[in-house]
């Protein structure tokens, strides 16, 4: 074959098997590609928005419950529902769930007692009694103790406490506010002591007084999977702990 001359007498080789292979190196590849795969997605479940109804009697604290709950189950909105501790057998029955004081003597519902609460004495803010740090039974002899309509403690038998002059106010927020007027005082659950707080009022823990059990209840016959979720959760179960 005769070889080709380019420009300035420059000899031109024709293309070698190694160039041409060079050239047509795409289609190889493309030849040895692997044949394309079938690719089967798994399916995920996605769980349908819903929302477990939570009641709460005043001054119970589940805060810390709600936070780990939104973040193990987001899709489920947690409606938290104010009820009234007179009250809280009926609103049982129209929650998911709910934060009660006890006693409550009823077969027809779960009950998972969670923490006890410390009574504290409430008075004014100028009262002798806010000059310690702890207060014993006796320190109350010749007060008059302020009883509201809506009390969780019960009858509290404290020698030398008085009674009051006047008729049963109907709310704890009515009772603190009167005591802070200096005219008697109110023995709450520190929580409450603290949710009814008043610039004008202090309390006092009350060594060896009652105490306020807080508990978890729910109907029996209605222990849905999002009922144990919040089990677990008040438990102190991990998200991956077994029931």
Known sequence: MAKQRGRGGATKRPATGKTASRASSPSRRKQNAPANKVVFDTPRVIEEPRVFRLGAVPGATPGKWIDTWKQRLPHVRLELVPID??????????????????????????????????????????????????????????????????????????????????????????????????VGIVIVPMSLARLHQRKDAGHRPLRGGPTSTVALAWPRGRTTDDVDAFVGIVRGRTANSSR
């Open 85 to 182: 501790a007179e009250t809280q057998r009926a609103s049982i029955d129209e929650l998911d769930a709910a934060l009660i004081r006890l006693p409550l003597n009823d077969d027809t519902v779960h009950l998972i007692p969670l923490y006890e609460e410390i009574a504290v004495v409430v008075a004014s803010a100028e009262s002798h009694l806010l000059s310690v740090d702890e207060l014993e039974p006796k320190d109350l002899a010749g007060e008059v103790l302020i009883t509201p309509l809506d009390d969780v403690l019960g009858p509290l038998d404290i020698p030398g406490i008085l009674a009051p002059e006047f008729p049963p106010l109907g709310t704890t927020a009515d009772a603190i506010a009167t005591a802070a007027t200096g």
